[in-house]
C-alpha cells in the first residue's frame, strides 16, 4: 500500500438548472444589486435561445497524462495561399497526430493591433486565416482553447463606432473618466497612458486604455456589455471549444480609488462564467491569464472559498507564471534552490482544480511574477544576460510614475545560449532539460511551437512591427521547416525530435496525470529532484535533473536498493557514478505496458 494518500481524478460535475438559476442569480446580485433580477432573466433567456448542445458527461474525466497542448498562431506556418488554419491542421496530423490532445489557437478574428489581441469582430474569423470550417476541424481532433478577450477591444470595431457616434449598443460599452480623476492606485502593465483622448460627436473625451490607445476597455459595470460576452462564449462553444482562456482577465472591473486589479467583482465575473459552462458544457474549462505575483494568480483558483459544501467555483486552471522567469534563473544560474522553495510552496490542489504549466508563449517571459522569490540584484543580472543574448526588456509603469521591468522579450532557445558566465556548448542540453523539467511538473503542460522548433530571436521582425514581442512571434514558410526538420544535424530537428520524443514518453505514464501528486526531494541545489506519485498501485516516479554545466554526483536515498525503469531509454536504469551536465531522467520502478492506442 503507499505510504500517504493517493490521488481522486477529477471529473465533470454538470450544474442543473435550478443550481444554476440560484449560484447565477447570487453572483449577479453582488454585481449589479437591485438590477440582478432583471439582469438574471435576461441571461437565462440568453441560454435558452444560444445555449449549444451539450455533449458533456457527469464524471467524465476533466484531464489525464495524456494531455499536453500546443500554443501556437494561426498563421505561425505558411505556405502559398492555402489558408494558415488549414496548413496548421495539416502539419499537425503529419508530424504530430500523437503528441498534442489540446491546441492553443491564439486570437484568429478580425485585428487592428497586437498580433490578434486587439479584436475587431469576436464572432468572425480573420479571412487572412480561413473560416469556421477551418477551427471546427481543429476542434475535431483536438481540444480546443480559444480566448475570449474580454477586458478591451479594437478602436475599429463596430461598438467603438457606435460609441463615436453616440448609438446603441455600443454607446455605453465604454469607460469614459475626466482627465483629472486621480487614478495613482491603478496597477498598470504597461508605461503608455491610462486614459485616451478620443473625439465624439458630444465632443472630446478621455477613455480607459489599460493597454495601449488602440484597445480600449470595456465597462462590465454595464451588464449589456456581461451579457453581450456570454453570448459570444456561447458562440464559441457551439464551434468546438473545449477550453476558454480568459485574456487579461485581472483587469476586468474598474472602481476609482482602487488598483483596479483583482477587484471582488473581476472574481464574481469569473465565478458566473464557470457556473454558465458548467450549466451549459460540463467539461468545459476556463482558463485565466494573470501574469501577475505568485499568490494573486492562485487566487483565481478560489482555493479560499473551499469547504465541504462549496467545491471549486472559479476557474479550473491557472498559469505557472513564475515558472518561465524561476526556471530560467535556475538554468542561468546553476542553482535550483530557489526553484524548490517555490515548487514546495504550491498548494495542494482539490479536484477540478490545476495548473498550465510552459516555459515560452506568444508573450514575453514575465518578471513581476519573481517578487518575492528573488532579491532585486539577481533579478537585474538575469535582465542584462537575456539582453548579452540578443533579448529585450519591456517596461512598465509603477504607482510612483517610474518605469520597472515587465517582461523579457527573447525566444527560449536563445535564452539557453549560456550561463552567467558567456555563451559555452550547452545550450542545446541546457535548452532540453528546461523542457523535461516543465514536462515533469504536476498538471497540464504547454508548449509554444517556437519551442518545438528551436526557434531563433526574430530581430527582423521586431524591425518590421516595431514591437519586441515580435522577436518570438515568427512566421514560418512550411517548406524552409519541413527542410530543417528531414535535414540531418540541424538544431531544428534534434530538437523536434527530442522533444517529441519526451512528449510520446509523458503522454504514456500514469504518474504524470495533472492530479497525481508531486513532492520536491532534499537534494543539492545544482539538482533538482521530483517524485509523482503514489497512484493508486504504489507506482512513483522519480524526475532527476542536474541543471549545471558540470557533472554532479547521484547519491539518492529514494533511489534505494529498487531496481528502477528509465523511461526514455525505455531499458533497467544503471546507476552511473555521476549526473552529465544538464542531464535528466524519468525512472520508475518497473516498465509500464502501454494502454491500447498509446
Not at 264 to 282: F, G, N
Not at 424 to 453: K, N
Request: a negative charge.
Amino acid at each position: 500500500m503507499p505510504d500517504r494518500p493517493t490521488f481522486t481524478p477529477s471529473v465533470a460535475v454538470p450544474l442543473d438548472a435550478e443550481a444554476f438559476s440560484r449560484r447565477a442569480h447570487g453572483h449577479l446580485a453582488l454585481l449589479y444589486g437591485p438590477r440582478a433580477g432583471e439582469v438574471h432573466r435576461r441571461l437565462l433567456t440568453l441560454l435558452a435561445h444560444q445555449a449549444p448542445p451539450s455533449h458533456g458527461e457527469a464524471d467524465a474525466p476533466l484531464w489525464s497524462e495524456r494531455d499536453q497542448w500546443l500554443i501556437s498562431y494561426g498563421d505561425s506556418l505558411l505556405e502559398g495561399e492555402r489558408a494558415p488554419l488549414e496548413v496548421l491542421e495539416d502539419f499537425l496530423e503529419a508530424r504530430l497526430a500523437e503528441t498534442f490532445s489540446g491546441v492553443h489557437l491564439l486570437p484568429f478574428f478580425p485585428w487592428s493591433s497586437d498580433d490578434g489581441f486587439s479584436v475587431i469582430h469576436y464572432r468572425e474569423v480573420s479571412p487572412d486565416l480561413g473560416d469556421w470550417s477551418h477551427v471546427r476541424a481543429l476542434a475535431g481532433r483536438h481540444d480546443l482553447v480559444v480566448d475570449l478577450v474580454l477586458n478591451h477591444v479594437s478602436r475599429e470595431s463596430l461598438w467603438f463606432v457606435d460609441y463615436l457616434s453616440g448609438s446603441q449598443p455600443g454607446r455605453d460599452y465604454f469607460i469614459e473618466m475626466d482627465p483629472d480623476t486621480d487614478l495613482s492606485a491603478v496597477v498598470r502593465p504597461r508605461s503608455s497612458p491610462l486614459l485616451v483622448k478620443v473625439p465624439t460627436r458630444r465632443g472630446p473625451r478621455h477613455l480607459w486604455a489599460t493597454f495601449s490607445e488602440d484597445q480600449i476597455d470595456l465597462n462590465f459595470a454595464n451588464p449589456d456589455v456581461l451579457l453581450e460576452f456570454i453570448g459570444i462564449l456561447l458562440f464559441y462553444l457551439g464551434q468546438g471549444a473545449r477550453v476558454v482562456r480568459l485574456d487579461a482577465i485581472a483587469y476586468l472591473w474598474k472602481a476609482v480609488g482602487t488598483p483596479c486589479i483583482h477587484l471582488p467583482q473581476t472574481h464574481e465575473v469569473v465565478r458566473l462564467l464557470r457556473a454558465v459552462v458548467d450549466h451549459v458544457a460540463p467539461g468545459t474549462l476556463l482558463l485565466t491569464e494573470t501574469n501577475v505575483p505568485h499568490r494573486e494568480n492562485l487566487s483565481y483558483l478560489g482555493l479560499e472559498r473551499l469547504s465541504p459544501n462549496n467545491p471549486p467555483d472559479e476557474a479550473h486552471l491557472v498559469y505557472q507564471f513564475p515558472l518561465p522567469p524561476l526556471l530560467l534563473h535556475t538554468l542561468t544560474s546553476g542553482e535550483a534552490g530557489t526553484l524548490a522553495s517555490w515548487l514546495k510552496s504550491l498548494p495542494s490542489l482539490p479536484p477540478g482544480c490545476s495548473f498550465l504549466n510552459f516555459t515560452a508563449s506568444h508573450d514575453g517571459i514575465g518578471v513581476r511574477p519573481l517578487e518575492g522569490w528573488l532579491p532585486q540584484h539577481e533579478i537585474d543580472a538575469l535582465l542584462e544576460l537575456m539582453h548579452r543574448f540578443g533579448g529585450f526588456v519591456s517596461m512598465r509603469t509603477r504607482d510612483d510614475g517610474s518605469d520597472s521591468p515587465y517582461e523579457i522579450n527573447i525566444t527560449w532557445f536563445d535564452a539557453m545560449k549560456g550561463t552567467r558566465r558567456g555563451p559555452d556548448p550547452w545550450q542545446m542540453q541546457r535548452f532540453l532539460c528546461g523542457q523535461q523539467l516543465m514536462l515533469g511538473l504536476r498538471g497540464i503542460p504547454a508548449l509554444y511551437l517556437h519551442v518545438l522548433t528551436g526557434t531563433l530571436n526574430d530581430l527582423e521582425g521586431v524591425e518590421r512591427s516595431g514591437r519586441l514581442r515580435s522577436i518570438n512571434r515568427r512566421r514560418w514558410q512550411r517548406d524552409e521547416l519541413e527542410l530543417l526538420l528531414d535535414s540531418p544535424d540541424t538544431p531544428t530537428r534534434m530538437v523536434f525530435e527530442a522533444l517529441t520524443r519526451r512528449l510520446a514518453a509523458r503522454r504514456g505514464e500514469p504518474c504524470f496525470h495533472p492530479d497525481a501528486p508531486q513532492r520536491v526531494l532534499e537534494t543539492p541545489p545544482e539538482l533538482l529532484v521530483l517524485e509523482r506519485g503514489p497512484l493508486p498501485d504504489g507506482r512513483r516516479l522519480l524526475a532527476i535533473h542536474n541543471v549545471t554545466d558540470a557533472p554532479q554526483p547521484l547519491t539518492l536515498p529514494a533511489l534505494g536498493e529498487r531496481t528502477w525503469f528509465d523511461l526514455l531509454e525505455e531499458a533497467p536504469w544503471a546507476p552511473p557514478e555521476s549526473l552529465a551536465p544538464y542531464r535528466c531522467l524519468w525512472l520508475v520502478k518497473k516498465p509500464y505496458p502501454a494502454s491500447p492506442g498509446a
